[in-house]
């Protein structure tokens, strides 16, 4: 089957709660949405959500980048197998490196979502059948919990009780005291059972981390994600050798080299793999593997305000892949108005996940159309 068109659309909708982090006040999605039209009638759906403070890539960059650089090497092009699939990443990526763009994972990883998308309809198979075995029965959902006032949160606590989730993570600021306050709310909401990880987003000095770390021990913590700047990968190691608590690297990986270096480093014990930053479910699944193979686990995160593209890629992806500590997949949730009715999420399979593809359908009456390219 052929490329004959692609179409990009901005997604912008609003979100039912402010999430607020270190890095910004959220108050709707900024992805760009991918369709790779095909001969045959078929569409691949893919996503991109560029975060310039992960990957240097804005929405603007991500569009003008496919729209300039992909297209041209994508319409026209046969996709029949996972050969040429590989094969047209790589050309894409050739592309941008031969043009001396470094900033483009957020874009490729897109082009990578609908190309599975659209091979997996073609084959008439769920998403994951291409990708390689299913190795679990559930998924290892966690809840992240932004900066919200106590009171909002007590509110919403008896919704997402209803919820089932293995762990939740915190997303903390630079106020020591705060943070206390927080996971001590978090710790007597829901009780000594649940995991908590928490997340200060790059946020702290190595001082302020291990301060932070050592009094919120006693909540019993599971994990530290992205304690330091992404740069500082030996802050990461330091506060890993000086709490004890295992750290996970976020921000400070987002290709296989990173993982390689912060692995040969001893500067985290997990990392944190989302499919946009990565660059797509290719190499997502290399750095799992080489992960793996160095005995780390990692966990599988999301951006806030993906949309069920990207939430369904991730979930695709923990099916097949081993170690997987957690999966973040609640950012549809977030939507005043989701595209799907979303359902409670269980720790079960999701029934969605053995259609054809990535088992997501579009209505491009909710985002704003930007372009549309052909031969």
Not at 10 to 29: E, G, V, W
Request: proline content about 4%; charged content about 25%; glycine content about 6%.
């Amino acid at each position: 089957m052929k490329i004959i068109k692609i179409t990009l659309f901005q997604c912008n909708i609003p979100l039912t709660l402010d999430f607020h982090s270190p890095h910004i006040l959220r108050r709707h999605a900024e992805s760009i949405i991918i369709a790779l039209h095909f001969n045959n009638g078929i569409s691949g759906l893919g996503e991109s959500a560029p975060r310039p403070y992960v990957t240097g890539e804005t929405c603007s960059t991500v569009i003008d980048v496919i729209r300039n650089l992909f297209s041209p090497v994508l319409i026209g092009r046969e996709i029949n197998s996972m050969d040429d699939l590989e094969s047209s990443i790589s050309s894409l990526e050739k592309e941008c490196l031969h043009r001396n763009i470094t900033a483009f994972n957020s874009a490729l990883g897109a082009v990578d979502i609908a190309l599975h998308d659209a091979l997996g309809k073609f084959k008439k198979v769920p998403l994951h059948n291409i990708l390689g075995p299913i190795v679990r029965n559930g998924m290892p959902y966690s809840l992240s919990i932004p900066i919200f006032p106590s009171e909002t949160f007590k509110e919403l606590f008896h919704w997402l009780k209803h919820l089932e989730f293995k762990s939740i993570k915190i997303i903390l600021g630079d106020i020591e005291s705060d943070n206390i306050e927080r996971v001590h709310l978090m710790r007597s909401l829901f009780g000594e059972h649940m995991e908590i990880r928490i997340e200060a987003n790059g946020n702290w000095t190595r001082r302020q981390a291990i301060s932070n770390i050592e009094k919120l021990k006693r909540f019993n913590i599971s994990t530290v994600e992205q304690p330091v700047a992404a740069s500082d990968f030996e802050g990461l190691k330091e506060v890993r050798a000086a709490t004890g608590v295992p750290v996970v690297a976020d921000e400070s990986m987002i290709s296989i080299s990173d993982a390689k270096k912060l692995i040969e480093m001893e500067a985290c014990d997990i990392i944190n793999i989302k499919i946009s930053k990565c660059g797509g479910l290719l190499k997502s699944m290399r750095i799992a593997d080489f992960a793996r193979s160095k005995n780390v686990s990692c966990q599988v995160g999301a951006h806030v305000g993906e949309t069920d593209i990207l939430t369904r890629a991730g979930e695709h992806f923990c099916l097949i892949t081993p170690d997987v500590t957690c999966f973040e997949g609640f950012s549809a949730m977030l939507f005043e108005d989701s595209w799907r009715e979303h359902p409670k999420m269980k720790n079960k399979r999701s029934d969605d996940l053995f259609g054809i593809g990535l088992g997501v359908e579009l209505d491009t009456r909710m985002f704003k159309s930007v372009c549309s390219l052909s031969v």
